[in-house]
Structures are given as C-alpha cells and as structure tokens.
C-alpha cells in the first residue's frame, strides 16, 4: 500500500519505495505540508509545524490565534488574496471582479491506476499497479472546487501531481495563474540545479545558493524553449553525483512553463511548477473544468545519480510510447549536412548506396523535398513532392533505398507555413498574426494557428498523404521558430488569452492521430534541435533530436545536462563531418562516433567523400554499437566528471541492470605536458563480482574498479577518446 490516511489525526502519507511525503488536514481545514523526504515507516511529522507570531502575517478569520498565519505555514497549494504573501499556486477572478479564493478541504478518495488527463500526456501504468490519492478543496463562498491529484509509482519513487479546477459556481470564472504542484520546504537550505542555454547549446547546467526573494525560470516562446528547461533539482548543499537529498520536478508539457522558488523571509522554500501565467488567461463556465499538465517528482538520498535514475526509468517506460518505446531504433543516416537545400534523386541514392554499404540501416531525406523549397524562404505548408527534385516521385525513391536493405524515413515541419507557398496564398487567415499588425518573422516564417481544427485536419491529411504514399518509417517533426503576436482568428476577444495552451492541446491532438494511426513509425521530435525537449513530447516522440550543434565536444556538456533528467534512449545524436559545420572544429571519427554513441545513433554526413580509412571505421562502429546498444539505452547512467570544470576529460558510463555488463566511455579535453596518467573510479558494478575489461588480460573485482579505478597512460593528440567494455567474468 503506498497511501495512508490516519482519519483520527487527518494525516496523509504517501509512500514510495525510498520517500515518504505527508500532509495533514488541520483544525481550521487547511491542508498544511509536513514533510517530503528521506522514507520513514511510521511517525507524525507535524511535530515539524511550529507556531509563531510574526509581524505582518495576518491570521484566518476563524483562527482567533495570532501564531497561525498562512503566511509562514507550509501548504500544499497556496492561493492568493488570503493572508499567504508569498508566491501563489493560483489566481482566478471571479464575475464580480474578485480574485479571492480559499480552498478548504472536503474530502478524498483512492484509486486504482493513473490519473488520465484529457487531451494532454500523462505517466501511464505498464503493469505498475499505481495508486492514485484526489484530495478534494473547496472554497465555500463561490462553491469553486479543486482537486489534488497524486498518483504514486512505488517502486520507481516517482509522484505524479496534477490539479483539476472544477467550476461549480454560478458564473464565469477566468484563470490567470493554476499551477500543477506546490512544494514547500521547512528548515531547508537547499541549492538550485537547473538546465539554461540557447540555440544549439541546449541544457547547459546551472548550480547554485536559492537568494532570498524569487528565483524564476519560464519561457514565454510558445513551446519549452532552447533557454529553459521545464525541470529543476534542489539538493542540499552537500549533495553530489553518490550522497545527499535532492528533489527533482519536471513537467510533462510543451509550451510556455514557469518554476518559480521563493526564499521567503524565514529562509523557507516554497517551489511552484506550470503553465506560465504571463500570456495566459482561462476562461472557465459554469459546470466546466480545466486540467494542468502533470509535474513528475522524485527524491533520492543518494545523490543526483539515483534521482536521474528514477526519472529516466519513468520516461522510458511510462512516458515513451510505440513501437519503438524499448526496441532498438535504426541506425540512421541523415542528408542534411551533406546536402542542405541543393540535391536531386541521384544524389540522394547516391548517398543510400553509400550508407547502405557500410551497414546504415535507415535513410532519412530532410528538409527541400517538398513545394518550392530550394531555401528556407518558400514552401512550407506546401506538403507535396517537389518534382523538380525528385523527378521520379516519392515512391520511386522509397522503393529504390529499400531495395538497398534500407528503410526511409522522412523530415517535416508541420507547425510552420512560408508567405511564399500555395497554401498561405489559399488561408491567410490560418497564420499566427494580430490583425492590422505586421508580424515578426523568424527564419523568415510564420506559424500555423494550431488551435484552429481546420489546420489540424489540413495537416493531419497532407502527411497521411505523403506516409500512405510510400514506405516511410520514420519521422522528424521540426518547428524552427518561437511564437509571438499571439492571437486566433477563432477565438473572441475574450479568450486570446487561451491561445499559447489551446495552441499546444492542438498540438497534442494531432500528433495523437498520427501516433494512432501509424503505431510502427518512428517519430523523431525537433524543434531547432533542443528546443522542445520535454517529457510532453516524449509522449509522442521517443527519441528528440538532441542539438542543432554536431560538434562531438559541444556536446559532452549538452549531453551531460540533458541527462540529468532524460534517458538516454531519448537523445538523438549522430556522427557529423569535419570541420564541423557549426564550430569548424576537427576532431577524429573515433572521438564523434563515442559521444554520438550515447543516444540514437546515426550519421549525417556525405560518406562518398571521406577517407577509406575511414569508411572501414565507420562499418566498426556501426559493429560495436550494435553491441552496446542495449546496455547504452536501457543501462543505468553514471556521469563520472562534469564537462568544463577542473577535470581535463569527460568521462560517462553505462551498467546493465544485471550488474554484468558496462560500457566506459572518456574524452580528453585538456591534455598538456607532464600529468600524471588518468586515473578513472567507475561505479554501479557489483563490488564481489569478478569483471575483465576487454583486451585486458588482468581480472578485477567490482570492488577495484569502483575504488582504485582503471588508469589509462598518456593521452596524446587532439581529443582522444576511450571507450571500454567490461564484463562479468563466468564460472
């Protein structure tokens, strides 16, 4: 059983496997946060609550007691307007104008399975036998309810939160701020990890001290964003990669998000997760509800590796869909770099035949394929064969590359539409765009209202067309801008505040059809690279294309903050040419290859040009991680260094959940004269098993490896890399 509820003190507790969080009702009927942390059998924490008058924090009416202010205790989901100053779960006006709200508790019930959201991802059961707790809140002026959704995944120590606003008033109400979950913390001093960046420099990693006064970290750009990540970790300020508490939230949505943390004036920590409220505002009518997205949150006390850990278990196997959610994806090659824009049928096969000789499993023709595309001007919205390219038809060319052995795959971006294209010509009026103003361009584009069922159906029978056409296999969903002027021609003037989510549950609709309609194709998500990385695309796409950015040393340090939160089997990164077309960095095919080998992995390059030497390597490759594949996408994930600090190598390792198997991968970053040999300590192994590193003839125990460490002698030339195999010795 993982929910309790003792009726006689009006306490819940939710147990997972490693973590116990708690809440009571209290005499007044607020519900009041006890504790999240570190598992504990049995025991009241509310012994945690201390009462104290402090200046300024007012009292409920009912208190009659100047020591109880919601203002300094901890809540489970704060609203505003009722004597609570710090930042507010939510806001929402009512017809008269007022925006008090005072939810009091009514009741609960437990569920079997999941909490289910319309119209919107959510962590599924796969035969986990979840449990789920709805604690129902009232505010008994207006009859408005709320309900605290908690579904709890024991064995994976993961909560999935969620909050269903339920408008049983007499009147519209509007919603300008509801937050998916509320975390306060008491007696804490907790530090901040969180994952910043920007185009192609995706998840860059951030830790340091909570200030006093709010830390906030959104986008306002219409999807999750290349600039901010929508997760975030407090830990403690002892806690490393082994040791320590430390919490992990991350949001299963898409679009404009917001985490913000107060420290407020008694150096207590309040963290709220959820749709941002700039920009938005919600009508709800009489008898209507209104859904937020989940948040996922997980505890380790045993530092940032077993956090990753759980939430990497729970995008994989409940998160991810299809097919292809745990089997092994294609090796893929990818023409983009190779070609850009400027290619027709005979270079395209040519390209094939190439892959197709060294053992590259898929084929996958990106952008310029369709409409007047000869550049990023033209064409898009326009999702039929451009014959000037492909003078033989879609079809012909399908048919050809799997005639090679190879499957083909195909490159869209179905959000986007170009003023120069049929169908912007057609339906002016489906463009993201205020009326009488200009709009901003981007990559000289505009958006697609997706909240407008026409676009989705326009789009929804343009790619069926294209996918029942031929033998596609795959998909890379791009969306190479940020939105703005938002407005909808099909919205009144009251509900353009609904745009930005009505946009994303739009989104969400279609890539539903898709999904459901063709269950065996692989869809890869994109959005410029990294800018829609976020476990509400996972739902549809099990793999997202990691960064614009190829270059194998930029992206140790994208990789490394990627997967804090994200499995690895979620990344896609290929080996790209040299120099690198966005650094102009050379760097040898043995270093690329290692570092594209953690996530999806595949090439985009023009291989009809490089080295014979090289093409041998490449057929290696392709050998070993075949071999590895399994251990990489599957394995638990150790980073051994962190990119850019005083370590002079990068160095990351995968472990079979058997403990047989591990995977050791280093780059050196730094080298100079006169170091010492490197010295690396792994982790995960089983200390009394006996493993062999391949072409190794000495035996070491689990215990040697993780404590003395393997040494590797002089490091020598321009980025080098290792990548060891290690295995449990039999018998």
């Given at each position: 059983?993982?929910?309790f509820f ?5 306490i819940?507790t ?8 708690q ?5 007044f009927?607020?519900?009041i946060h006890l504790?999240?942390?570190?598992k504990?059998?049995q ?6 609550i201390?009462?104290t ?5 007012g ?5 009659n007691?100047?020591t109880f202010?919601l ?8 609203s505003?307007?009722?004597?609570d100053?710090?930042?507010s779960?939510?806001?929402l006006?009512?017809?008269n104008?007022?925006?008090v ?12 399975g ?7 991802p959510y962590?599924?059961d796969?035969?986990d036998k979840?449990?789920?707790l709805?604690?129902y809140l009232?505010d008994?002026i ?18 999935a939160?969620?909050v269903t606003?339920?408008?049983n008033?007499n009147?519209?109400?509007k919603?300008?701020k ?6 306060d913390?008491?007696?804490?001093d ?7 960046g ?6 860059m990693?951030e830790?340091?001290g909570l ?11 219409g ?7 929508p997760?975030v970790?407090?830990?403690e ?9 430390c919490?992990g ?5 898409s ?7 107060e420290k407020?004036q008694l150096?207590q920590?309040?963290?709220n997760?959820?749709i941002n409220?700039?920009n938005?505002s919600?009508e709800?009518?009489k008898g209507?509800?209104f859904?937020?997205?989940?948040v996922?949150i997980t505890?380790s ?9 759980n939430?990497?278990?729970a995008?994989r196997?409940?998160i991810?869909?299809g097919?292809?959610k ?9 023409n983009?770099e190779?070609t850009y824009?400027d290619?027709d ?6 390209i094939a035949k190439?892959?197709s000789?060294?053992g ?19 064409g ?7 014959k ?13 590359i799997?005639?090679?052995g190879?499957?083909?795959?195909i490159?869209?971006e179905?959000?986007?539409?170009s003023?120069?294209?049929d169908l ?8 993201v765009?205020?009326?009488n103003?200009n ?12 909240s407008?069922?026409d676009?989705?159906d326009?789009l929804f029978s343009?790619i069926s ?6 033998n596609i296999e795959?998909?890379?969903?791009d ?6 002027d ?6 009144s ?12 549950l ?7 059809k898709?999904?459901v ?11 410029g690279g990294?800018?829609r990385?976020?476990?509400?695309m ?6 997202i ?12 340090e ?8 994200y499995?690895?089997?979620s ?5 790209s040419?040299i120099?690198?077309h ?13 570092v594209?080998?953690s996530?999806?992995f595949?090439y985009?390059?023009d ?8 093409k041998?390597k490449?057929?290696q490759?392709i050998?070993e991680?075949?071999?590895y ?5 599957n394995g638990l994930?150790y ?12 160095a990351?390792q ?12 280093i ?5 100079g ?5 490197l010295?690396?300590?792994l982790k ?6 006996k ?7 000495k ?5 040697m490896?993780?404590n ?15 990548q060891?195999?290690?295995?449990e010795?039999?018998?």
């Open positions: 059983m993982s929910i003792n009726e006689e003190k009006n819940f939710l147990q997972t496997k490693n973590s116990t969080y809440m009571k009702v209290d005499e009927d607020f519900l504790y999240y942390g570190n504990i059998e025991g009241n924490m509310e012994y945690l201390t009462k008058d402090i200046s300024f924090s009292n409920p009416f009912e208190a007691d100047r202010s203002d300094v205790i901890p809540q489970e989901y704060s505003v307007g009722i004597g100053y710090r930042i779960s939510m806001n006006i009512e017809e104008g007022c925006n709200f005072e939810p009091k508790y009514i009741g609960y019930k437990i569920k079997d999941v909490k289910k959201i319309e119209g919107m962590i599924y796969n035969q979840p449990k789920t709805e604690i009232k008994k207006t009859n408005i309810e709320l309900v605290l959704n908690y579904t709890i995944f024991y064995d994976m120590d993961i909560i939160r969620s606003l339920k408008n008033s009147s519209i109400i919603l300008n509801i937050m998916s979950s509320c975390l913390f008491y007696y804490k907790l530090e901040i990890i969180h994952f910043y920007r185009h192609a420099m995706e998840r990693t830790r340091r200030p006093y006064g709010i830390t906030s970290i959104c986008s306002k750009r999807t999750s964003s290349h600039q901010h990540n997760s970790i407090l830990c300020k002892n806690t490393t990669e082994d040791f320590g508490n919490y939230m991350a949001l299963v949505y679009g404009n998000f917001l985490i913000e943390i407020d150096e920590i309040r963290a997760i959820g409220p700039e938005f919600y709800v009518k209507e509800i859904e937020t997205p989940q996922l505890f006390n045993e530092g940032l590796s077993k956090l990753s850990h939430f990497h278990k995008i196997n409940n991810c869909r097919k292809y745990l089997q092994r994806r294609p090796i893929l090659i990818n983009w190779a824009f290619f049928e005979e270079k395209i096969l040519n190439q892959a000789d060294l590259i499993e898929m084929f996958v023709l990106d952008d310029g394929w369709f409409g007047k595309r000869d550049d990023d001007n033209s898009l919205g326009d999702w039929f064969v451009n000037n390219k492909l003078k033989n038809g879609l079809a012909h060319l399908v048919k050809n799997n005639n090679m190879m499957k083909f795959g490159w869209f179905p959000e986007m539409i003023e120069d294209s912007f010509r057609k339906n002016p009026d489906w463009v765009k205020v009326p103003r709009p901003n361009k981007s990559r000289n584009q505009l958006v697609l209202d997706m407008r069922k676009v989705r326009y343009c067309s294209i996918l029942d056409s031929a795959y998909i890379k969903w969306m190479n801008r940020s939105i703005c938002a407005f909808s021609s099909v919205l003037k009251d509900k353009q505040g609904e745009f930005y989510h009505r946009y994303i739009g989104l969400y609709e279609l890539l539903e898709i999904v309609k063709y269950p065996n194709i692989l869809l890869e998500g994109c959005s990294g800018g990385f976020d476990i509400g996972l739902y549809y796409f099990p793999q294309w990691c960064s614009d950015n190829t270059d194998a040393i930029e992206r140790l994208i990789q490394y903050g990627t997967s804090f939160i499995p690895i089997c990344v896609g990164s290929h080996v040419a120099p690198n966005q650094t102009g960095r050379k760097t040898n095919i043995d270093t690329r290859a290692i594209a080998m996530g999806s595949g985009e390059m291989l009809g040009i490089i080295e014979k030497e090289e041998i490449v057929k490759q050998k991680y075949l071999k594949q399994s251990i990489i996408h994930y980073r051994l260094s962190e990119p850019n600090s005083k370590d002079w190598y990068t990351w995968f472990v079979s959940e058997d403990l047989k198997e591990s995977l050791l991968n780059v050196v970053t730094k080298l004269p006169n170091r010492l040999n010295n690396i300590k995960g192994l089983d200390k009394n098993k493993y062999k590193i391949q072409n190794d003839k035996i070491y125990t689990g215990d490896l993780m003395g460490g393997i040494v590797l002698k002089n490091p020598f030339g321009d980025f080098p890399a290792y060891l195999y290690i295995k010795m039999e018998g």
